[in-house]
């Protein structure tokens, strides 16, 4: 088995490429996913959410409102520290024990975690390769706009949030240029899942 990371930045194809590698045969572990269900209603983490941030941030079905609470602590550090200390701990346990049932079941497994925060929780160390999804701010920016209707100024604001794509294409052993037609990309990546079987094959065999 191999593991390796997935991230990029906010409109940059991170979910594209991930889906390519999934339909080549590669075992995805979607942190995004996991996160939802270490909150859904009932779940220890659901409830220290709501003791921290208040019934205001529930839908009418009791469920947490993501995007409401989003944009809470898209304005507020401290909350978002707070929100993080609650659910990172969470996520990365159900990661470990994914990854565990994976090498039982599967041991000749690319296994790809798809991380959008990989490199600032400090989850890339240690993994076989670090892939980044890589689009230009500017490319950033416009997809953004044009996918979630945002002004200028909120998608430049969400961009600037992050740590910039230029310093992740920096921390990356792999690159995967999104920037162009969506074909280029595809076959960006399936390049990328037959060097990993390839380097999977031969570790086996060493």
Partial sequence: MIVVGLTGGIATGKSTVSAILQEAGAVI???DQIARKVVKKGQPAYH???KRFGQDILLPDGEINRRLLGAIIFNDPEKKKSLNRIVHPRVSRETQRNLDRIQADQPDAVV???VPLLIE???HEG???VIVVYAP???QLQRLMARDNFAEADA?????AQMPIETKKDLASIVIDNTGALEKTRQQTLEVYRYLQNKTVTRKKT
């Fill in 29 to 31: 572990i979607d942190a």
């Fill in 48 to 50: 220290e959410i709501v």
């Fill in 112 to 114: 790809v975690l798809d």
């Fill in 121 to 123: 929780a400090g989850m």
């Fill in 127 to 129: 993994l076989a390769e």
């Fill in 137 to 139: 701010e500017n490319v």
């Fill in 156 to 160: 430049r604001a969400r961009i600037q």
